[in-house]
Nanobody
Framework: QVQLVESGGGLVQAGGSLRLSCAAS????????MGWFRQAPGKEREFVAA????????SYADSVKGRSTISRDNAKNTVYLQMNSLKPEDTAVYYC???????????????????WGQGTQVTVSS
């Protein structure tokens, strides 16, 4: 079992940047693949980025590729999502997710994750 708490969301103007953080509690954080998802009102939760437990493998949605970076600091039990050049369409509640993996793989679908945070709101104004 692991608990996840997101932070770092807020109101940002288009073109600005945010760094979201997800703090995890648990004994074996380094064994967890992590991901970021987002959900806008009336829309399905969609994949944003994912990182393997070692940090050696990452994956990004096309919508954020090139302007987002997912990273993790296993010593701090924290995963980050740096988002630059933000657009109004990035507005959503952002969730971090985790699941135990025994291979250093990335997980990119909601069904692959067992643990979820409560979300942090990101609002990008035009």
């Amino acid at each position: 079992q692991v608990q996840l708490v997101e932070s770092g969301g807020g109101l940002v103007q288009a073109g600005g940047s945010l760094r979201l953080s997800c703090a995890a509690s648990g004994r074996t954080f380094k064994s967890y693949a992590m991901g970021w998802f987002r959900q806008a009102p009336g829309k399905e939760r969609e994949f944003v980025a994912a990182i393997s437990w070692s940090g050696g493998r990452t994956s990004y949605a096309d919508s954020v590729k090139g302007r987002s970076t997912i990273s993790r600091d296993n010593a701090k039990n924290t995963v980050y999502l740096q988002m630059n050049s933000l657009k109004p369409e990035d507005t959503a509640v952002y969730y971090c997710a985790a699941d135990r993996t025994f291979h250093d793989v990335v997980l990119t679908t909601t069904l692959e994750y067992d643990y979820w945070g409560q979300g942090t709101q990101v609002t990008v104004s035009s």
